[in-house]
């Protein structure tokens, strides 16, 4: 059972790079979303989307793009990386509908913004 | 809005004893579902229990069960008879279903509990 996948598991930037992290699953969840996790913050939603072709942002959108081609994929785009973006970066899914079913988390992306 | 408050950064408690983590939480939602995660050193999140504000029972999954006080708006995690191996950080989490938010999960910052031996 892979879940959802991120690929890569750390990276690290210079800023002013550009670099895109991967979410894959297999699930066929219609529901996607990121989230970064900073320290004493919990978890911060960046992006969602609620099915192919449909995104939207959440609390911390600025300096990500995102896009939903398949089902399947959901990669998030750093545009400029800056040293505030340094984070451990998780993408989750979810089936639609049923208030009940918990998100499937990815194991994380731990990237570094020198 | 959506708000979920842990207010203990820190818990420790003796192995084989029960311990509380505590979460309230805000929302104008009437319909809405509270998670616990649990998230250990290696990073990944584990669900672990789930709690419908319209639940007429207390939810229990194993070792954990929910204490769930809707007009107080708290929704505690009670871990019982404490392994070595629950020693990580736990996620309170808020999800509406209802409304036309996100429907995504707002999280708490989490408290750290260690297990001692």
């Known amino acids: 059972n892979a879940g959802v996948t991120q690929t890569p598991k750390f990276q690290v930037l210079k800023t002013g790079q550009s670099m895109t992290l991967q979410c894959a699953q297999d699930?066929?969840?219609?529901?996607m979303s990121w989230y970064r996790q900073d320290p004493g913050m919990g978890l911060r939603l960046i992006h969602y989307?609620?099915?192919?072709?449909?995104?939207d942002q959440g609390e911390v959108p600025n300096g990500y793009n995102v896009s939903r081609s398949t089902t399947e994929d959901f990669p998030l785009r750093l545009l400029s990386a800056a040293p505030s973006q340094t984070s451990v970066y998780f993408c989750?899914?979810?089936?639609?509908?049923?208030?009940?079913?918990?998100?499937?988390f990815g194991d994380g992306t731990r990237l570094s913004i020198l | 809005a959506q708000k979920i408050t842990q207010t203990q950064p820190g818990m420790f408690v003796q192995e084989k004893e029960a311990v509380t983590l505590d979460c309230t939480y805000d929302?104008?939602?009437?319909?809405?579902?509270l998670f616990w995660y649990k998230q250990p050193s290696s990073g990944e999140m584990i669900f672990l229990i789930y709690?419908?504000?319209?639940?007429?029972q207390n939810a229990t999954e194993g070792r954990y069960s929910l204490n769930f006080q809707k007009a107080r708006k708290s929704a505690n995690l009670v871990i019982s008879a404490s392994q070595l191996g629950d020693s990580a950080m736990y996620f309170c989490?808020?999800?509406?279903?209802?409304?036309?938010?996100?429907?995504?999960?707002?999280f708490g910052s989490g408290t750290q509990l260690t297990v001692l031996p």
């Open positions: 989490a808020m999800r509406a279903i209802s409304s036309g938010s996100a429907r995504q999960l707002t």
């Open positions: 989750a899914s979810r089936p639609s509908g049923g208030g009940r079913q918990p998100q499937h």
């Open positions: 699930m066929n969840h219609e529901y």
């Open positions: 929302t104008s939602d009437q319909s809405y579902g």
């Open positions: 709690q419908g504000s319209y639940d007429e």
């Open positions: 989307s609620v099915g192919a072709g449909i995104t």
